[in-house]
């Protein structure tokens, strides 16, 4: 069974900066891609960042220049790191990996969510 487990988040004062986790059950090569998405309440989910298994990030333009994804293959990791967090990133942050089941198929994998909430 592949699972995803987010770690790291917490409590930050505006302008601080946090790390959060996802460890995978198996390799992180397995997924196509892998990415971070968060929802605050009353929005929607929406994409953070993502890396694929070549390694080329993406990011929401909100977080661009302050929010860097990276993996770490030999902990079955990636990690956000954010910096210079404003009150409007506060929201539940969720890992995402996309895994290719067959040649027509993804399958998404989710984590349970880590709160990150910034003070202003």
């Known amino acids: 069974q592949v699972q995803l487990v987010e770690s790291g988040g917490g409590l930050v004062q505006a302008g601080g900066s946090l790390r959060i986790s996802c460890t995978a059950s198996?390799?992180?090569?397995?997924?196509?891609?892998m990415g971070w998405y968060r929802q605050a309440p009353g929005n929607q989910r929406e994409l953070v960042a993502r890396?694929?298994?070549?390694?080329?990030?993406d990011y929401a333009d909100s977080v661009k220049g302050r929010f860097t994804i990276s993996r770490d293959s030999a902990k079955n990791t990636v990690y956000l790191q954010m910096t210079s967090l404003e009150p409007e990133d506060t929201a539940v942050y969720y890992c995402?990996?996309?895994?290719?089941?067959?040649?027509?198929?993804?399958?998404?994998?989710w984590g349970q969510g880590t709160q990150v909430t910034v003070s202003s």
């Open positions: 198996i390799s992180i090569f397995s997924f196509t891609s």
């Open positions: 995402n990996g996309a895994r290719l089941v067959s040649t027509m198929a993804t399958r998404t994998y």
């Open positions: 890396i694929t298994i070549s390694e080329s990030t």
